[in-house]
């Protein structure tokens, strides 16, 4: 099978959209992309704001660790609080 040297695969036309230093939010309804500083300890999603821990692979790559329970579950209660005051 010839190869179309103009032609690129799907993995190199998936390459050019990969983002590197960054990770989505883990919020279903959010998903909105977190850029934390390098090294950092935790990452704050500035659109729902969820805190998460972060894992450093290496010096460019971030990977979540999980949710800062406290912080989550905070927001978690006034949203299940401001529901139910809206069914009265």
């Given at each position: 099978?010839?190869?179309?040297?103009?032609?690129?695969?799907?993995?190199?036309?998936?390459r050019?959209?990969?983002?590197?230093?960054?990770v989505?939010?883990?919020?279903?309804?959010?998903?909105?992309?977190?850029?934390?500083?390098?090294?950092?300890?935790?990452?704050?999603?500035?659109?729902?704001?969820c805190?998460?821990?972060?894992?450093?692979?290496?010096?460019?790559?971030?990977?979540?660790?999980?949710?800062?329970?406290?912080?989550?579950?905070?927001?978690?209660?006034?949203?299940?609080?401001?529901?139910?005051?809206?069914?009265?």
């Amino acid at each position: 099978m010839a190869i179309d040297s103009k032609k690129m695969s799907g993995a190199e036309s998936l390459r050019k959209t990969r983002t590197f230093g960054k990770v989505r939010c883990h919020n279903p309804t959010c998903m909105g992309r977190l850029e934390p500083e390098p090294g950092a300890k935790h990452v704050k999603c500035p659109t729902c704001s969820c805190e998460y821990r972060i894992a450093w692979v290496n010096k460019d790559l971030p990977r979540i660790r999980g949710p800062v329970w406290e912080v989550n579950k905070k927001l978690a209660e006034a949203a299940f609080k401001k529901k139910m005051e809206g069914k009265k």
